[in-house]
Nanobody, 121 residues
Framework: QVQLVESGGGLVQAGGSLRLSCAAS????????MGWFRQAPGKEREFVAA???????TYADSVKGRFTISRDNAKNTVYLQLNSLKPEDTAVYYC???????????????WGQGTQVTVSS
């Protein structure tokens, strides 16, 4: 079973930055695409970003230009750099993985437990 464990969440002021990490373990492939989703209370879980093994990536329009996804295959870890944070970015952020970037962006095979990001005004 593949396990994804997120870390790096916390409380930050608007305009600040955070770096989220997702460490993968268990039966996983280095070629898996990985990504991030987020969910605020009372809202649907929404796609944030995804990345291929090559580094090619895609972002939701709401975070484009502010967030950066990256990965380190040697560490089986994916990162999400959150810059210029806004209160509306407050949510639980979930790591996800799948066979390709389209799977990750729509119906991920694997999920992490989530890490809370809270942005104050």
């Amino acid at each position: 079973q593949v396990q994804l464990v997120e870390s790096g969440g916390g409380l930050v002021q608007a305009g600040g930055s955070l770096r989220l990490s997702c460490a993968a373990s268990g039966r996983t492939l280095s070629t898996y695409a990985m990504g991030w989703f987020r969910q605020a209370p009372g809202k649907e879980r929404e796609f944030v970003a995804a990345i291929r093994w090559s580094g090619s990536n895609t972002y939701a329009d709401s975070v484009k230009g502010r967030f950066t996804i990256s990965r380190d295959n040697a560490k089986n870890t994916v990162y999400l750099q959150l810059n210029s944070l806004k209160p509306e970015d407050t949510a639980v952020y979930y790591c996800a993985a799948g066979a390709n970037i389209n799977v990750v962006a729509t119906t991920p095979r694997y999920w992490g437990q989530g890490t809370q990001v809270t942005v104050s005004s």
